[in-house]
């Protein structure tokens, strides 16, 4: 019932700089934790950073001080800005939503694949 749709991803060289941005549907995005999550090939899905319906953050270590995440209730959109991008950032990119008091409340988008290569 509730989609969540990534978008933004595609090919940057390393340094560069992409955005990815997940919509989410329904009327509850405002109460949803929100998550961006990557599967590199070979690897396990990660969590890369979360951010609150309060507006909390956090980061992994990997990604710490190169990516923001942040969100817009108006729009029903969670983004991720990533900076100073590294070839280990290759991965498909999912966009995850929650509720942390409800564990039925929660959902997936299908990803976006993100590659730095020179």
């Known amino acids: 019932q509730v989609h969540l749709v990534e978008s933004g991803g595609g090919l940057v060289q390393p340094g560069g700089s992409l955005r990815l941005s997940c919509a989410v549907s329904?009327?509850?995005?405002?109460?949803?934790?929100m998550a961006w999550y990557r599967q590199a090939p070979g690897n396990q899905r990660e969590l890369v950073a979360t951010i609150a319906a309060g507006g909390s953050t956090n980061y992994a270590d990997p990604v710490k001080d190169r990516f923001t995440i942040s969100r817009d209730n108006d729009k029903n959109t969670v983004y991720l800005q990533m900076n100073s991008r590294k070839h280990e950032d290759t991965a498909v990119y999912y966009c995850n939503a929650e509720i942390t008091y409800k564990p039925s409340y929660n959902y997936w988008g299908q990803g976006t694949q993100v590659t730095v290569s020179s």
């Open positions: 329904g009327s509850l995005f405002s109460f949803y934790t």
